[in-house]
């Protein structure tokens, strides 16, 4: 039976042998609440505002969306994944296609999606036990690509070079901006909910194992850590929520086409809001989401046709100036430090 | 004494190369065994057959009448085998107390440990090694020989019933050295620990060892106690050469 204790400063569960405390402390909720906040607020001044805004609000919380996941797959992998967006293309199409072909609605299609991103996973997972370094990095690069191709060849099914069209919109207003708003909502919503999760198991024990098969695998197994079950839940836990981004993309914007979400353009989009945000930090993966989507937002208004080049110049310069590793919330975090975890304190 | 560890036949070749030639010898609980042989014998690869690092050719390993020749590390160190290597190997981006809580998660299993208990056992084994007032720093920022005490706390951590040291004396002035081998002889003593010691320098293994086995070109060449191997004319020609007489 699961037996839980509540008690001052923290939740108690236990059930079959095992036990898990949540450390309750309001001080340490203070930023949050405030971030929620702004991120709750932001879409409603938005809409009377500039509207505009809140697509590139949603924009930036996909990015997110898609980092953060990217970030838990990193640390629990030991690896950095270059084609996160293979599993937003297989989310993608699973609910386009479904809803094309059988008129299904966005809840409908959300579990399949979720399902064929993670068999996606399963069958690709052994990538992680046997690939590292290089050969990773380019079985991992080769997989967007090579379903690129599959699209444009099996083009009658997946429509490679168009797209597909008619795919049912998640919110159906009369008015355009309110479904805009809705959208960036819900965008928020799962980002939000991502937050919290992969920042509650990394902060837990699973997060500090997987931060031991992070720093040295080897060590990890010698000390009596499963690498291969960490490994390959990690990457498939991470890219079932990846996937949730693909189906997000389907139903946002009523179609869905390979040819925006698979090449490398995405791809590095996604990896830049990993690295200026912080490398595996997850809510670095918050602050880099924002930044490049209004960064580029902001030089697709200024710059017009010079965007193309400014964009990577500007984020080039902010890799070699950005504490290495530690990306936009590395400066933060240096000026507000916080323990990993609440320091024990021994009475001596 | 019972048998702790049996190691019959113990093959490894890398290629043409055979690193461990039908080695054979057995560890009783309590005791500290000494593993000495010249560079290249295969010392190292033994440690690394006996771990679950590298898979054996041949022959079979057993841990207290278990058979655990086909077994993974993590199984192993489930099953009471624990290591330290001759480089120090810390988790870098992890604080020493974090080094030792995971021992302590993945060690052994513990009932009804949650992850704040898992911290307050792990203090106890840095406050043993005398780390304690470093637990909040990273392991990448420790000293060498504070590595050492925390890979060996984290080695404590996993409750382990045979401990494997691979050259605590590598990398440590004298002062330290001596603080080492006393620290591994209290926690033999402390926690009824079984060691086997790889070491080359041979007056701590005499002062350590009950008994020594010696190897050369993964062959067990003598097994005994200290003052028998180290007068064992096969053992001596191994570190000194065919022509040692001439110069003795």
């Not at chain 1, 923290?10 to 059930?15: C, E, G, S």
Request: include cysteine; aromatic fraction near 12%.
């Amino acid at each position: 039976m699961v037996d839980i204790e509540v008690k001052r400063d923290r939740v108690v569960l236990r059930y079959k042998g095992r036990k898990w405390d949540w450390t309750i402390e309001p001080r340490y909720w203070r930023n949050t609440i405030f971030w929620t906040c702004v991120l709750l607020v932001f879409p409603a001044i938005s809409y009377f505002v500039s509207p505009g805004l809140m697509n590139t609000m949603v924009s930036a919380n996909i990015y997110a969306a898609i980092a953060i996941p990217l970030s838990l797959m990193t640390v629990g992998t030991g690896r950095i994944n270059f084609g996160p967006n293979f599993y937003v293309g297989i989310g993608g199409y699973t609910a386009a296609l479904l809803s094309i072909h059988l008129g299904w609605g966005p809840l409908a299609t959300l579990p399949f999606a979720v399902i064929f991103s993670v068999v996606a996973a399963v069958l690709f997972s052994p990538l992680v036990i046997v690939a590292r370094g290089l050969y990773y990095v380019l079985l991992t690069l080769l997989l967007p690509l090579v379903f690129l191709e599959v699209t444009f060849i099996y083009t009658g099914i997946f429509k490679g070079d168009v797209g597909l069209f008619g795919v049912d919109l998640l919110v159906q207003f009369d008015n355009v901006k309110l479904n805009f708003l809705a959208a960036a909502y819900i965008s928020a919503g799962i980002m939000l909910i991502y937050l919290w999760v992969v920042n509650k198991v990394l902060k837990s024990r699973y997060g500090l194992i997987m931060a031991t098969v992070n720093d040295d695998e080897e060590v990890a197994h010698g000390i009596g850590v499963h690498i291969s079950k960490v490994k390959i839940i990690s990457f498939v836990c991470a890219a079932g929520m990846i996937g949730v981004m693909g189906w997000f993309l389907a139903h946002y914007l009523g179609t869905f086409a390979g040819i925006t979400y698979l090449p490398m353009t995405y791809m590095l989009k996604i990896l830049l809001v990993f690295m200026v945000g912080g490398r595996a930090q997850v809510f670095g993966c918050v602050t880099g989401g924002y930044f490049i989507a209004f960064l580029e937002m902001i030089l697709i208004r200024t710059m017009g046709s010079f965007q193309p080049v400014a964009f990577p110049i500007i984020l080039l310069i902010l890799l070699f100036l950005l504490p290495r590793g530690e990306g936009l919330f590395g400066l933060y975090r240096k000026r507000h430090y916080r323990e990993y975890m609440p320091t024990i304190h021994v009475r001596r | 004494m019972a048998e702790l560890l049996e190691v019959n036949g113990l093959t490894k070749r890398f290629g043409g190369l055979i690193a461990v030639n039908q080695l054979s010898f057995s560890i009783r609980k309590g005791e500290t065994v000494g593993f000495i042989g010249p560079n290249g014998a295969g010392k190292s690869t033994v440690v690394n057959l006996l771990t679950g690092y590298l898979k054996a050719d041949d022959g079979t390993i057993k841990l207290e009448d278990r058979h655990i020749t086909h077994a993974k590390p993590w199984q192993r160190a489930h099953f009471g085998l624990a290591r330290t290597y001759q480089i120090p190997r810390p988790f870098p981006e992890l604080t020493a107390l974090m080094s030792v809580v995971t021992a302590v998660l993945c060690g052994k299993q513990r009932v009804n440990q949650s992850l704040e208990d898992a911290g307050v056992e792990a203090t106890q084994y840095l406050e043993f090694v005398g780390l304690f007032s470093k637990r909040n720093i990273l392991a990448r920022d420790l000293t060498f020989y504070e590595l050492r005490m925390l890979e060996l706390a984290r080695a404590l951590a996993t409750t382990p019933k045979l401990l494997f040291i691979d050259e605590v004396m590598a990398g440590l002035n004298p002062g330290e050295a001596k603080r080492a081998v006393e620290m591994v002889m209290r926690a033999k003593r402390h926690f009824g620990l079984t060691i086997f010691w790889i070491e080359h320098v041979m007056a701590i293994i005499m002062d350590a060892a009950d008994r020594v086995i010696a190897i050369n070109y993964g062959q067990k060449i003598a097994d005994g106690t200290p003052d028998e191997v180290i007068s064992n004319d096969v053992v001596i020609e191994a570190y000194l050469g065919k022509g040692w007489r001439q110069y003795a």
